[in-house]
């Protein structure tokens, strides 16, 4: 399974995302096309190494050569939010036409116009407004509909498996924007970060800007401090301010050979206590062939487990009990699909502590062919030791014997 690791200890921006995305190993040139696909006179991008602290990576310098003097120098974006005063305002069915008319590949546009979409349901919660009448100022600007737009892009260049983000630093301080003098974390990204885990203060600016939050909220399918995989390579996207820590974004990809548990430290062996979510509903008036597709649904989403248990509900109906465990920010997705796709009127859901061991998989050589053997270790001792399954049907059913026997013949 390939990863893509997010680790926002300094915050995250547009611009630092696709510089992070070069310096990662996408090519300028994929984000130059990209963005002639959006058919915007003016638009370019430059990419240029920089150093902060010592980490050398690259930072990303959008352009409006069409409005270039106001396209840079506000107060924002990591030093380098702009001054959009002079510039259209748009909304978001503007936006959605400038990417639905572009030459960009569907599954682009799509990603795109989500991002977008988790944008402006954040400033209408925070206005007190329908989506429809909310107007983007600097989100809505040329350059920031670039960042979005090539972040998108670049998920499709890199295609991770599965994406996870650690905690988002916000940062501090105030920031001068559209609408006056506002604290740090601006109201939109406070909205957009809601029930995703952030630190706070390691700055005293903007860390992370509305744009750069709503790419992490759309595209992160898992926020945690804890994984488990092998790292291949790290990029830095670097942003424009020269502070006390190390003003980048750093993003990893990793791999590992199956769905990706949390450990206490990559390095050892120890098992990780961390935070799930269980919810749950009784069901009796449903047609049992739904089930499949509703699990399938639900594992393909994120979920952790899903599985079903026989229950008797009142007037003694038999009935069943549907339940998931799955992340904290990915509960309410969970509900959404077991509201939509089952017949269920309530649900009931509460926090559980899990107790992780390290996973390992190994390959062992058979006179059959080569089986992937699984191992649990718990303090630095492997405690398990078992083949995996699939393997074993699948040689048992190549080579014409009862998979039982194929267990004899592996010595664990």
Known sequence: MKILIYDPFAGISGDMNIGAMVSLGVPESYFRETIKQLHLPGAAVEFIRDVRKGISGIRALVHDHDVEENSRGGPSDHGNAHSHSHLPDRNLDDIKKIISESSLETVIKERSIAIFTCLAEAEALVHGKGIEEVHFHETGAIDSIIDIVCSAAAIEYIKPDRIISKPVELGGGFIKCAHGILPVPAPATAALL???????????????????????????????????????????????????????????????????????????SESCDTDAVMINCNIDDMNPEFYSHIMDKLFASGAKEVYLTPVYMKKNRPGTLLTVMTSQFLEN????????????????????????????????????????????????????????????????????????????????
Request: net charge neutral; with cysteine; hydrophobic share 35%.
């Open 194 to 268: 809601e029930n995703i885990p952030v630190t706070a203060g390691r700055v005293n600016h903007e860390a992370t800007t509305p744009t750069g939050a709503a790419i992490i909220r759309t595209l992160a399918d898992e926020f945690s401090a804890c994984y488990s995989c092998r790292i291949i390579k790290t990029g830095y996207g670097i942003g424009s301010r020269d502070v006390e820590i190390p003003n980048v974004l750093r993003v990893m990809l990793a791999e590992t050979s199956d769905t990706v548990l949390p450990v206490s430290d990559i390095n050892s």
């Open 333 to 412: 997705d969970m509900k959404d699909i077991i509201f939509l796709e089952t017949t269920t009127a309530g649900i009931r859901s509460h926090i559980v502590r899990q107790n992780m061991l390290e996973r390992r998989e190994e390959l062992h050589e058979s006179r059959f062919g080569m089986i992937r053997i699984k191992k649990l270790f718990r303090n630095g001792q492997c405690i398990s030791v078992k083949p995996e399954y699939d393997d074993m049907a699948r040689l048992a059913g190549e080579n014409g014997v009862p998979v039982k026997d194929l267990y004899k013949e592996i010595k664990l």
